[in-house]
């Protein structure tokens, strides 16, 4: 819990670096999180409200984390907008966080 939780407590820190287990551990869980809050939604006849909620509240961690974890292969977090590239960009994003971490760069020493 304590790796999900690292990306909540840099909450607006684009500087550094983050791990592959970071940033999937922190999109997983959130994934799945999501997929319960919809379910609930649709049993209590809030759809939309609780996961447009979760949806809000992980934004910023979200960005931070997926910059961070770009910084981590190397590139700079402004390719995070190629996740508004529909498909292509989604894939090209896909490879990118897949990627291992290239040493010591630009953005500091690897992540432990």
Do not use: C
């Not at 049993?43 to 981590?72: E, K, M, N, W, Y």
């Not at 402004?78 to 090209?92: Q, T």
């Amino acid at each position: 819990m304590e790796i999900y939780v690292q990306p909540w407590m840099k909450f607006a820190t684009f500087e550094g670096r983050a791990g592959k287990r970071e940033y999937w551990t922190f999109v997983l869980i959130n994934f799945a999180v999501n997929i319960v809050l919809s379910i609930m939604a649709k049993q209590i006849g809030l759809i939309g409200i609780l996961g447009g909620l979760f949806a809000l509240a992980t934004l910023i961690p979200s960005i931070t984390v997926g910059v961070r974890r770009l910084h981590d292969t190397g590139k700079s977090g402004w390719y995070l907008l190629l996740g508004f590239i529909p498909v292509l960009g989604w894939l090209a994003m896909l490879v990118f966080m897949l990627q291992e971490s290239s040493g010591a760069n630009e953005y500091g020493s690897a992540p432990d």
